[in-house]
């Protein structure tokens, strides 16, 4: 990170292009495209209403401007993959699948909550994603410890709507009441 | 004055107090932490703001969009690396500093540099107020249509290289805006015969996906390349008041940051662009900057910092967000039935100058609390950046679930999470898809109510400001044009400068 650059303001207002655009280039084109043939079946046209009042109208005019600028963009972006380098497009691609893994982590995440409940589901997920990301000793403890002080400040200090999970009904009433109040 | 002292009964209240703290300190810190920054903790705490009063949760988010620059300027000095994206000029002169061992001089310039630019612009927005409160309401459906179209235009070509690439994403923002239910005929619009979608899709859950659930993503893919930074021997306070030096290039700084914060669509990138242009043309020691210039770092402090009041014109006046940050605040004002916009400084004037108050006392607070904390606060830039992800995606949980308890809202999120990865990995813009949603739905509603008043084409454009904002967005147009083709001219006889 400490490098010595020579530094130029062309870096912030053109950032650097990566060989890896066309994919995003030709994947927003074509959902544009499918957008527009799905456009007369998801949007309605209303007889006897003028086109300004069309509930399709709006689509209408995404869409056409995703079609008009997603060509330019695919155009520009083989005109610059011709002329410059920059990156591995195959190397940039893994990393967009590596990303899948944690997305599956957080869904876990997501769905386990309502049954276990916030505070054991956090105190479980932060460990187990530590543990995955090789962290040990001090900063594995650490872990829970962040996901509890997250718990306790959001649940029982701004009190946000997360529902008790199914488990706390197995516990005696008193104790209950408290968890899915403020934990 | 009962306005004024009205005001200041707002902001002596308990809560609004701990707002002000909590958003000064906690702006401070997020900012200091290279990878968080004040877009993901504004999404993160969104939902959870919902539940105050607009004054309460506004100044805690807003502390949080002001004072995250201040920090975000101590990783961009001491390790080189932005705390937030728009530090990232302040590496060029500031850590050429530090290599010479003026890191705390360096530190005070930046924060003085802040604090004037905060402050220069809670000032404008002071003195702005009255032509306002008086301009506002001439804003009818027609014009409040053009302006929201103006700042469609103007985040388009403000992506210079890629207006492509940000024409076809605030489109996309527009075309999420119409999914869903559509409130005049009772028709469905792109909802794939999914009951889900019958609501549309909520902007929270866009935002916290992007800007939110990308990073913890980008983080949790990455590296823990975290640089312990070097000890700060020496008085910040010198450098803070040795900003006063440079009263030109501060006011310059200032007065470009509070401009491009007030056009909807340009922000801190074209206002740094612009100050640190001008300083490096008037400047003494032009060969300096890049290398550790007091002058360069002023320009891009003070720019930067004055965009966050500024940015509160067109969200205030109009109801017209200019970027990411206000448009996540647009929702706190929705949520609490207030609608931001011309009524809004006719009928409540206390409320806008209560902000304002506020804005005055975040820079302040902010200021102090870095002047007795930087050297504390320098352990959190040992945060191994995989942890950082792993606490951001937690957070992001709460703020994606607490708003209606629905798996499917954080399956979105997680899906636009990765559409985010993919476009901060590609250098592309997240700005547009937000605004596009946003001003999107301000622009086909104000559309709808025009057209009993509009016998034709040129009755859009019939009345004032209509006709004023109607030559902006051909000006603006023109001037892109002009400046593709010089580009492309340039290109041709092969003498572009880097």
Redesign the interface.
């Known amino acids: ?3 010595d650059k ?13 060989r ?2 066309i994919v ?2 030709v994947a ?1 084109f074509v959902v ?1 495209l499918l ?1 527009a043939a ?1 456009w007369s079946t ?3 046209w ?1 007889d006897g ?1 003028p086109w ?2 069309q ?2 109208l ?2 209408l ?3 056409l ?2 079609l ?3 060509t ?2 695919l155009i ?1 972006c083989l005109i610059r993959n011709l002329r410059h380098g920059g990156g591995d497009v195959r190397a ?1 691609l893994m ?2 699948l ?3 893994e ?2 599956l ?3 876990a ?3 386990v ?2 049954r276990l409940g916030y505070l054991p589901t ?1 105190l479980i ?2 460990t187990l ?2 543990f995955r ?1 090789g ?1 040990r000793r001090r ?1 594995l403890w ?2 829970p410890l ?2 509890l002080l ?1 718990v306790v400040a ?1 649940k029982s200090f ?6 008790g999970g199914e488990a706390y009904d197995l516990l005696p009433q008193g104790l209950r009441n408290f968890l899915v109040l403020y934990l | 004055m009962d306005t004024f002292l009205s005001a200041l009964a707002i902001v002596s209240r308990w809560d609004v107090i701990a707002a002000l703290l909590a958003g000064s300190v906690g702006g401070v810190i997020i900012g200091a932490i290279p990878g968080v920054g004040p877009a993901v903790a504004i999404a993160i705490l969104l939902p959870a703001t919902f539940g105050m009063e607009p004054i309460v949760g506004l100044t805690l988010l807003l502390g949080i969009y002001g004072s995250a620059l201040f920090g975000g300027s101590i990783p961009s000095i001491l390790i080189n690396t932005p705390g937030t994206p728009v530090n990232a000029l302040t590496t060029y002169d500031g850590f050429p500093m530090t290599k010479q061992g003026q890191a705390p001089r360096a530190l005070g310039l930046s924060f003085g540099a802040s604090f004037f630019g905060g402050i220069f612009a809670v000032i404008a927005l002071v003195l702005l107020s009255p032509v306002l409160a008086r301009v506002a309401p001439m804003f009818g459906s027609r014009e409040i249509f053009l302006a929201a179209f103006l700042g469609c235009v103007l985040v388009v070509v403000a992506h210079r290289g890629q207006s492509l690439a940000a024409g076809a994403l605030l489109m996309f923002g527009l075309f999420l805006n119409t999914i869903g239910m559509e409130a005049n005929n009772y028709t469905r619009r792109f909802t794939f015969e999914l009951n889900f979608l019958d609501q549309g899709v909520n902007l929270i859950v866009v935002v916290l996906g992007l800007f939110a659930v990308s990073q913890a993503f980008v983080l949790l893919v990455g590296k823990d390349d975290m640089e312990a930074a070097p000890e700060i021997k020496g008085n910040v306070l010198g450098g803070v008041l040795e900003v006063f030096r440079h009263k030109r290039v501060a006011a310059a700084g200032s007065l470009s940051g509070t401009i491009m914060g007030i056009i909807p669509g340009v922000g801190e990138f074209t206002s740094q662009f612009l100050s640190y242009s001008y300083a490096r043309a008037t400047s003494k020691n032009p060969g300096l900057f890049g290398k550790g210039s007091p002058e360069g770092l002023i320009a891009s402090e003070t720019a930067n910092n004055s965009v966050p009041p500024a940015a509160m014109v067109p969200l205030l006046a109009l109801g017209i967000p200019g970027e990411a940050l206000t448009a996540m605040m647009l929702s706190v004002f929705y949520v609490h039935n207030v609608i931001p916009g011309p009524t809004l400084f006719r009928d409540h004037m206390d409320f806008v100058m209560a902000l304002y108050i506020c804005l005055a006392l975040l820079n302040i607070l902010a200021l102090a609390f870095l002047l007795v904390a930087t050297r504390p606060l320098l352990k959190v830039l040992v945060i191994p950046n995989r942890f950082l992800g792993m606490m951001i995606l937690t957070l992001s949980f709460v703020g994606i679930y607490s708003l209606r308890n629905s798996a499917i809202d954080c399956m979105l999120a997680a899906a636009f999470g990765l559409l985010g990865v993919v476009l901060k990995r590609l250098n592309l813009p997240l700005v547009p898809i937000i605004l596009g949603m946003v001003l999107g739905g301000i622009m086909e509603n104000k559309f709808r109510t025009s057209l009993p008043r509009i016998r034709s084409l040129y009755s859009w454009i019939d009345r004032p400001v209509a006709m004023v904002i109607f030559c902006l967005i051909c000006i603006v147009l023109a001037l892109h044009l002009w400046g593709l083709w010089r580009d492309w001219k340039g290109k041709r006889d092969g003498s572009v400068e880097h």
């Open positions: 990170m400490s490098d020579a530094h130029d303001l062309s870096d912030l207002t053109h950032p650097p292009h990566h890896a655009e995003f280039a927003s544009a957008l799905l998801e949007t309605q209303i209403q300004s009042r509930p399709g709006w689509p005019i995404a869409i401007g995703m008009v600028f997603g330019g963009e520009a940039e990393l967009w590596r990303v899948g944690y997305v982590w957080f869904m995440y997501v769905l909550t309502p956090t997920f932060t994603l530590a990301l962290y900063i650490l872990a962040m996901g997250i959001f701004l009190a946000v709507r997360i529902p």
